[in-house]
């Protein structure tokens, strides 16, 4: 890179890992996810070819990449969810902690327990703030105090304080980003080990994102998290690994996603190894 190109010329340098203080260096020693030869399949359309990466655990790893590359894609077959779409079709190797996630005999729904979901635009049920947080309990027949839970739940996602005199009242009633932490403590109330979290932000403003990312990194001492952002500053920001994907067009001009570079936030924003990298975070293309 020459020096006008670098990250710190936009406005990188200031932001990263503003919010990694205090947690352990970045490490993939405990593997939680082992992913290889990832290809995703919609119908006769490769969505996603040739995918490799490791997720270590309670890290923050950030998917970026422009549209159409396959990010959401590759994070929704970490817990099944491509599995309710008609015509999907995974190969390759998916590990949690050493075991395939798509062995015959591996339960789909108890996945999604232990791997949690935060999706794009916050989706709380048309029911109650106690009763979002409450369902996946009933749910699952959790014994115990469910007030005590939910309280819990509610303290994790850094919203008790706010909603503690309205639990009765409809969680639509609540603002966009707090209807978003509201579905942080719906997921953690199961009590998963992985949180995924498919571009939580991108419908909230800078004062409810920047709360968001604060629970993040303080979830990250308890769950392993996973996050798909458009935003390449959140990603410097809250995250410890960054994945990078792009897409590749046949000579058919058919877009196939496929992971670019992975490595350290730091790395990848500061002296990343692939061309296509350095010209996606300083804003060549994308």
Not at 141 to 153: M, P, R, T, Y
Request: glycine share 8%.
């Amino acid at each position: 890179m020459t020096k006008d190109d670098t990250p710190e010329s936009h406005g990188f340098s200031i932001a990263l890992g503003g919010r990694r203080h205090g947690r352990p260096s970045p490490s993939l020693d405990n593997p939680v996810f082992q992913i290889a030869d990832l290809d995703v399949w919609y119908g006769d359309h490769q969505a996603v070819r040739d995918v490799t990466l490791t997720v270590g655990s309670r890290q923050i790893t950030s998917m970026i990449g422009p549209s159409g590359c396959g990010k959401s894609t590759v994070i929704r077959c970490l817990n099944r969810m491509n599995d309710l779409i008609p015509g999907a079709r995974v190969t390759g190797k998916v590990a949690y902690y050493g075991e395939s996630l798509y062995d015959a005999e591996v339960d789909p729904i108890e996945v999604r327990r232990r791997i949690g979901m935060v999706f794009q635009k916050p989706n709380p049920f048309p029911k109650s703030v106690y009763d979002n947080v409450a369902y996946g309990p009933r749910v699952n027949g959790v014994k115990g105090n469910l007030d005590d839970l939910v309280e819990e739940a509610l303290t994790g996602a850094a919203l008790w304080d706010e909603v503690k005199d309205k639990l009765k009242a409809s969680a639509l009633a609540l603002s966009g980003g707090q209807q978003q932490r509201l579905c942080i403590a719906r997921a953690i109330a199961v009590k998963p080990e992985v949180i995924l979290m498919d571009e939580p932000c991108s419908a909230l403003d800078p004062i409810a994102t920047a709360k968001i990312e604060d629970l993040m990194a303080e979830l990250a001492s308890q769950f392993t998290i996973v996050i798909v952002t458009h935003n390449m500053q959140q990603a410097a920001r809250i995250s410890d690994y960054t994945a990078f994907f792009t897409a590749d067009v046949d000579e058919e001009g058919v877009r196939h996603g496929r992971l670019a570079e992975y490595d350290t936030t730091v790395t990848i924003f500061e002296n990343p190894a692939d061309q296509r990298t350095e010209d996606y975070i300083t804003g060549r293309f994308g």
